[in-house]
């Protein structure tokens, strides 16, 4: 083999390990929490009638604010005196006009200017994809061949949809895809109903329009909200009328905001159409709506959105934990508090319907921990849902149990298997709502000494969970596993021991020296150090380490 087919081998296959390496890297890149981003559509007063002021909005690119191309447009094509030229499916500074060449500036400018303004260390994205005059139908993808072909022929031959390849719900699915690699799908903002008769079956289809993305990206619909904008109202208007039928898309909405029209002025040359600074306003009115309705949280670890090129600063994901107890086997007897289920992540550990803790206390996976007025429990869990502890069993023998939990509903539950067999009766909560938690019994099981997994299976929608008590029939009660395990241990004094304080976003506070479990927390409640108001786990390091919960001050 000469030289040449030598370098020409060397050069395919150290090109294949690149690309093999590259793809590696990708595979381990989670999208930029920090990159929050919106998908805008709707008919004329999405895609913009407001008049462009170039020295105002294109002579610099708007901070922290981007656009995902819908099309492909020259700068000297484009409205107002830009010099930016777009490729379709490429990241811009979000200058306007975004929607089409010919379009002039949308709501859509000033909402993600002023969703900027309103969340510092966050860049906000657009994904635009409107057309003027177009009905509902022409966002479904089961509708729209059939529109452009009949009601909406006249459109089609306007030219405007081969912006979208004469697919408008294609296109947004297509840079949504992208997009949810870099950031995050945080809402949809909508205008549109001109050209309907925002009737029950308007209402629908626009619905379906937002579930039928959803769907496709593997999305919650309880995480991402819909704000629709009312149509102009003052002056010589033409369709006012229909914002009362506007506002009632809440019903059809998990999560739902309407941008009020209230006062926006019209352009002065037609019904239909905002003026510059009506559209300006709505757009800040969207942003005051969609603040209220989603996560604000900002992930401090996350890297600044690279602005040229965001796939740049994706967020390296960690690696799985090894599957095993989140810090020692649970003793029993004693209390299997539900936070407390093991490492390990989706799948092995836990399985949970909802994407990302709902309240946000403690651990940053998907499992929902809040913080009662009681402490911190395990929240929002609907049927299908299970956690797996390890335990530890001290004793062969015959154990009663009960679990302090809480729910509104009076059929909200859950079972227990140890090592895939079920023990116990299933444990309903008693109706009294979630701020209130009451010791609910979970019938006996023998169970036999040693390590063992223990499994919580949700039964039933909806149920709040504190904890599982594992009692020994026979022997003393007790309200917790270490003054159980000095019974096992019997009655021995306990020696002076380290023990670890930990905050629940798991930072240790402090070691200190205690005789037992019980002095430790009795030393902790006392405000060892002069600790805060707060709710902190004490840990015993060890194989056999017990954790206890404690609150510290009142709530």
Known sequence: MDVKRISDLLTIVLCFIGAVLVSATVATAAPNPNFHIYIAYGQSNMSGNGDIVPEEDQAE???????????????????GSTTQSIKMGEWYPAIPPMFHAFERLSPADYFGRAMVDSLP??????????????????????????????DGKDIMSWGWPKDYDNNPPGRILELAKKAKEVGVIKGFIFHQGESDGTDDNWRRTV?????DIIDALELDENEVPFVAGELLQEGNNCCSSKNGDIAKLKNNFKKFGLASSKGLKGNGQDAYHFGRE???????????????????TLDPDAPPVNLVDPSQSTVEDEPPE????????????????AENYNKGGAGKAYYDLNKGNEGGVLRKDDVDIYQPNMGVAV????????????????????????????????????????????IGDEMVNDGQGFTTYSVVSGGKATLKAGEHELKLEITNDWVDIDYVEFKALGSPSSGDSSTMAMDVRFNRAEVEGSYELFDLQGNRVMRFNAHGMDDAVRMVKDGISGVRQGVYLVRRPGKAGLTRKVVVGSF
Request: charged share 25%.
């Open 121 to 150: 260390g966050v860049t906000v994205g657009i994904i635009p994809v409107a057309i003027g005059a177009v009905s509902i139908r022409a966002f479904d993808k089961d509708q729209y061949e059939s529109y452009f072909k009949g």
């Open 207 to 211: 619905y379906k329009t937002y579930k």
């Open 322 to 337: 090894d599957y095993g107890p989140y810090t020692d086997p649970i003793e029993i007897p004693g209390k299997v508090q």
């Open 379 to 422: 929240g929002y869990c609907q049927k299908g849902e299970w956690l797996k502890y390890t335990v530890n069993i001290a004793a062969d023998g015959e154990y009663e149990i009960s679990a302090n939990m809480a729910g509104e509903n009076g059929t909200g539950g859950f079972v227990l298997y140890l090592d895939d067999e079920r």
């Open 278 to 296: 009506g559209v300006i306003e709505l757009g800040r009115r969207y942003c005051s709506e969609m603040l209220k309705l989603i996560d604000k």
């Open 61 to 79: 690119a708007p901070k922290n604010f981007l656009m995902l191309a819908s099309h492909t447009a020259n700068a000297r094509d484009r409205k």
